[in-house]
């Protein structure tokens, strides 16, 4: 199993940027691709961002595609997601997640099923 924190989170106008931040503890981080994942009040989880497990491909939802970057440093086992331009419709508890399966790339893009461990979250708020 993996321990993930998430931190970061916080208020912020519309236009403003956040850098969430999520470190990993407990197995060999840089074997696993990792997620973001987001869920707003009375809406479903949904995808977001993810990374490989060496960091070099990336998918992101359509909707952040432009204004987010996922990255991860294996030798930090530290994955981020850097926010610009946030929206109101970006308000949301922002989840950081590890695939289930070390070296896979099997649904990276869906709802996060193919994601086994999960931080607590943290907190994103932008006000119009």
């Known amino acids: 199993q993996v321990q993930l924190v998430e931190s970061g989170g916080g208020l912020v106008q519309a236009g403003g940027s956040l850098r969430l931040s999520c470190a990993a503890s407990?197995?060999?981080?840089?074997?696993?691709?990792m997620g973001w994942f987001r869920q707003a009040p009375g809406k479903e989880r949904e995808f977001v961002a993810v990374i490989t497990w060496r960091g070099l491909t990336t998918y992101y939802a359509d909707s952040v595609k432009g204004r987010f970057t996922i990255s991860r440093d294996n030798a930090k086992n530290m994955v981020y997601l850097q926010m610009n331009s946030l929206k109101p419709e970006d308000t949301a508890v922002y989840y950081c997640?590890?695939?289930?399966?070390?070296?896979?790339?099997?649904?990276?893009?869906?709802?996060?099923?193919?994601?086994?461990?999960w931080g607590q979250g943290t907190q994103v708020t932008v006000s119009s």
């Open positions: 997640a590890s695939h289930r399966n070390e070296y896979s790339s099997v649904g990276l893009t869906g709802s996060g099923g193919a994601f086994g461990s």
């Open positions: 407990g197995r060999t981080f840089s074997r696993y691709a």
